[in-house]
């Protein structure tokens, strides 16, 4: 049987074209389809070895304005491509902006089942199709070297040669190619010359936390959760103002993640407020601002805001909006 590598287009810098080959910052982002994308890298076919291509436009989107609709349709299509016996893994041409939440939402929504034996590589890059020196195709060959790397599994990050886990990825620059970090983790490994060489074991599919049903999952109206952030001064003014404010096409509020200071630390007149919106039946929880580290117990423990160990804000808002779906 011929097996088969997919590539789905999200869009993204790596889509992206500017007036100038000069030109790396002033593009429009999402311009180049995947199949052209991909014809345009002269060594894809000797990276591909004997796996024949197939290629799928699920969305055409600067990931900045990544919606839930987007989401909706790529999980549904990771999970049908990832269902065929013949598929050996995918690549998933998205921007660098969002990359992290989509690789984590990916990594709790797919079936630990179809995860098992297969991994979801989301790749990315910093400078336009249209550049001169553009690192796309670099960063689409490594990912390719991935998925169809013996033992791969799971949803992971490649970008500069260097893989990160959906748990830990998170992008911490905006300009240089190599973006990406995985904090206290560490990346999961490198791509060298084609070969990948693990820094630690595959991603854990196991430990997907919130599984959840493709039918809840691609319910029309996904519960509203908002992130607010604690800082000198900080008032209760915004967490007062999500929840009175007239109820818009994205529903009543159901969450607040709290990006904390230090170890989840909150302005006490913040609390106030999240206290009011707790009792009014918003569930509130509790990340920090820190890029490094995670919140450390006791110190938050018991006093009613409960925190997703180890998730960043952005991460933590997905988790709890997958907690409040289920
Ligand atoms: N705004 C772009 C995006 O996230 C940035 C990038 O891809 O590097 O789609």
Redesign the pocket.
């Given at each position: 049987m011929t097996k088969k590598l997919v590539f789905l287009g999200m869009?993204?810098?790596?889509a992206?074209t500017a007036a100038s080959a000069a030109d790396n910052v002033g593009y429009r982002?999402?311009q180049v389809g995947v199949d052209q994308l991909l014809q345009a890298i002269p060594t894809l076919g000797t990276a591909l070895g004997c796996h024949e291509l197939v290629s799928e436009q699920v969305a055409q989107?600067?990931?900045?304005?990544?919606a839930f609709t987007h989401w909706k349709a790529l999980a549904l299509r990771v999970c049908h491509h990832l269902a065929q016996a013949d598929v050996s893994g995918l690549v998933i041409t998205?921007?660098?902006?969002?990359?992290e939440e989509t690789a984590f939402f990916l990594s709790q929504v797919v079936p630990t089942a179809l995860l098992a034996s297969k991994a979801v590589v989301l790749a990315?890059?910093?400078?336009p199709a249209s550049s001169m020196s553009p690192d796309g195709p670099r960063n689409v060959l490594d990912a390719v070297a991935l998925a169809c790397t013996e033992g791969a599994k799971g949803v992971m990050v490649v970008c500069a040669g260097t893989i990160h886990t959906a748990q830990h990825v998170q992008k911490i620059h905006p300009y240089r190619l190599d973006?990406f970090d995985s904090g206290d983790a560490g990346p999961i490994g490198y791509v060298e010359e084609g070969v990948v060489r693990l820094t630690y074991p595959w991603p854990k599919t196991e430990d997907v936390r919130r599984p959840i049903t493709l039918e809840k999952m691609a319910q029309a109206a996904w519960p509203r959760v908002e992130i607010v952030t604690s800082y000198v001064g900080a008032s209760g003014a915004i967490v007062r103002a999500l929840c009175s404010a007239p109820q818009g096409s994205e529903g009543p509020l159901r969450g607040l993640v709290v990006a904390g200071t230090g170890n989840g630390t909150i302005h006490a007149d913040l609390d106030v407020a999240l206290r009011e919106a707790q009792a009014m039946g918003v569930k509130v929880v509790r990340s920090t601002r820190c890029a490094w580290g995670q919140i450390v117990p006791p110190s938050v423990l018991g006093d009613g805001f409960s925190h997703f160990e180890g998730l960043s804000p952005v991460k933590a808002r997905i988790a709890l909006i997958l907690e409040l779906l289920a």
């Amino acid at each position: 049987m011929t097996k088969k590598l997919v590539f789905l287009g999200m869009g993204g810098t790596i889509a992206g074209t500017a007036a100038s080959a000069a030109d790396n910052v002033g593009y429009r982002a999402a311009q180049v389809g995947v199949d052209q994308l991909l014809q345009a890298i002269p060594t894809l076919g000797t990276a591909l070895g004997c796996h024949e291509l197939v290629s799928e436009q699920v969305a055409q989107v600067d990931s900045k304005d990544m919606a839930f609709t987007h989401w909706k349709a790529l999980a549904l299509r990771v999970c049908h491509h990832l269902a065929q016996a013949d598929v050996s893994g995918l690549v998933i041409t998205h921007g660098t902006d969002t990359i992290e939440e989509t690789a984590f939402f990916l990594s709790q929504v797919v079936p630990t089942a179809l995860l098992a034996s297969k991994a979801v590589v989301l790749a990315c890059a910093m400078r336009p199709a249209s550049s001169m020196s553009p690192d796309g195709p670099r960063n689409v060959l490594d990912a390719v070297a991935l998925a169809c790397t013996e033992g791969a599994k799971g949803v992971m990050v490649v970008c500069a040669g260097t893989i990160h886990t959906a748990q830990h990825v998170q992008k911490i620059h905006p300009y240089r190619l190599d973006a990406f970090d995985s904090g206290d983790a560490g990346p999961i490994g490198y791509v060298e010359e084609g070969v990948v060489r693990l820094t630690y074991p595959w991603p854990k599919t196991e430990d997907v936390r919130r599984p959840i049903t493709l039918e809840k999952m691609a319910q029309a109206a996904w519960p509203r959760v908002e992130i607010v952030t604690s800082y000198v001064g900080a008032s209760g003014a915004i967490v007062r103002a999500l929840c009175s404010a007239p109820q818009g096409s994205e529903g009543p509020l159901r969450g607040l993640v709290v990006a904390g200071t230090g170890n989840g630390t909150i302005h006490a007149d913040l609390d106030v407020a999240l206290r009011e919106a707790q009792a009014m039946g918003v569930k509130v929880v509790r990340s920090t601002r820190c890029a490094w580290g995670q919140i450390v117990p006791p110190s938050v423990l018991g006093d009613g805001f409960s925190h997703f160990e180890g998730l960043s804000p952005v991460k933590a808002r997905i988790a709890l909006i997958l907690e409040l779906l289920a």
